[in-house]
């Protein structure tokens, strides 16, 4: 692997300031979900500007996703190099005092922001390339990542809506800023061969019994006992049915009953979350968690109503190929800003439904120093160094040209 890859560097720093500022800009007017409108024009726009051609609205349904295309030296033919950015906020209102802080309610406080900043700038980068790219490079800009009220997410729906075929994609990269990788330092990239993050699925359990008067309990059947005694019993699935080397997490994260002190209700209504780095654990989580919760309802003489949505995306799962390429050049540009991390995150995010449709790699980005900068993700106070967002545009477009060289 010997190629003039310092090209790609050199030009990413010399549009740092233009990356920064995009990632500004799209902080200053948030939107969630899957719907993104303004945010889908501001990246169309900027993508007209470079001459890049895109499909936009891609995932039906509102979703606003866009997928852009850039042809290599010979159009229409190659490989296919793609890269994931996704472009949603959340419903936080913003308390960062920056000049570009939100002001709509909304904040960019996961990095989506700089996450679609730094695909624009190794769009630019690539598009000023193309006469020398062997294949192709297409970008993909998800709305939804944060999730959806009702039904998939950006993700699920782009992919639904051919968001990786004509052409399609061979390989998919993806990063993510903030500060996720334990132990890694500001500016450092950090990656997995295998998982890096896991499943996140929910679980509703709406416990049925009967109601009385709170002095009278051998009139009800009560669901807030029994409601106790399945998330307590639900707990042995973890500790007795999983090896203790096998990371699994059952949480709950709601749970609600009663109008009263003195009534005991008739139902009790929990929902939670699995986290699992594989998809067998997460299939045989999803059975016996409504075995045990019916199991222990039926002793108790209630009932259960169990419902597992599998909308949720699966384990983020490296292909170890994808992510050594990425290693060496990632090392190349940046020497010693590498880390190969020896934990995965039990956090999921939806890269993983396009992981499960095309090898790729997924990888994080160290943009939080924490001298400078205490609050992390989903936090209304959330702040990061975005002077050095070009780092990735640099490692993203190097990443792009050389594994089409390698691949044709
Ligand atoms: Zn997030
Ligand atoms: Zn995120």
Redesign the pocket.
């Known amino acids: 692997m010997a190629r003039n890859l310092d090209v790609f560097k050199k030009r990413a720093l010399e549009i740092a300031g233009d990356i920064t500022a995009w990632r500004r800009e799209l902080h200053k007017t948030p939107e969630t979900g899957i719907h993104t409108p303004s945010t889908q024009a501001f990246i169309c726009a900027e993508l007209d500007k470079m001459g890049i051609p895109y499909r936009k609205d891609v995932g039906g349904g509102g979703c606003t996703g866009i997928v852009a295309l850039i042809e290599g030296k010979n159009p229409g033919s190659g490989k296919v190099f793609t890269i994931r950015a ?1 472009c949603d906020g959340l419903p936080i209102a913003e308390e960062t005092g920056l000049p570009f802080a939100s002001a709509n309610g909304c904040m960019h406080a ?3 922001d700089a996450h679609s900043a730094i695909a624009l700038g190794a769009a630019k980068i690539i598009k000023e390339n193309a006469g020398k790219l062997e294949g192709r490079v297409k970008i993909l800009f998800q709305p939804g ?1 944060e999730g959806n009220p009702v039904g998939p997410g950006g993700a699920k729906r782009m992919l639904d809506d051919g968001a990786l075929e004509n052409p399609r994609s061979d390989v998919i990269v993806g990063l ?1 800023v903030g500060k996720l990788g334990e132990g890694v330092g500001p500016g450092e990239f950090c990656f997995r061969r295998d998982a890096l993050m896991a499943c996140m699925d929910r679980f509703e359990i709406v416990v049925k019994g009967v109601g009385s008067h709170g002095s009278t309990p051998q009139n009800s059947i009560d669901p807030i006992m029994i409601a106790a005694q399945i998330i307590s019993t639900l707990q042995t699935i973890v500790s007795r049915e999983f090896s203790p080397l096998v990371p699994v997490v059952i949480s709950f994260g709601s749970i609600h009953a009663g109008s009263a002190f003195n009534i005991i209700p008739s139902e009790c209504k929990m929902s939670g979350t699995i986290r699992a780095l594989k998809n067998d654990i997460r299939k045989t989580l999803a059975k016996r968690i409504g075995e045990v919760a019916e199991s222990v309802a039926e002793g108790m003489r209630g009932s259960v109503e169990y419902d597992f949505n599998w909308d949720g995306p699966a384990p983020v799962v490296n292909n170890p190929e994808v992510a050594e390429e990425f290693r060496k050049v990632a090392e190349e540009l940046f020497p010693g800003d590498v880390v190969e991390l020896e934990n995965p995150l039990m956090g999921g995010e939806d890269m993983a439904f396009f992981l499960e449709a095309v090898p790729g790699m997924f990888c994080f980005f160290n943009t939080c120093d924490p001298a400078k900068h205490k609050f992390y993700h989903h936090n209304s106070k959330f702040d990061f160094d975005d002077t050095i967002l070009w780092k990735g545009s640099a490692v993203m477009s190097a990443m792009a040209f050389q594994w089409l060289s390698d691949h044709k």
């Open positions: 996704d996961c990095g989506h990542e993510h």
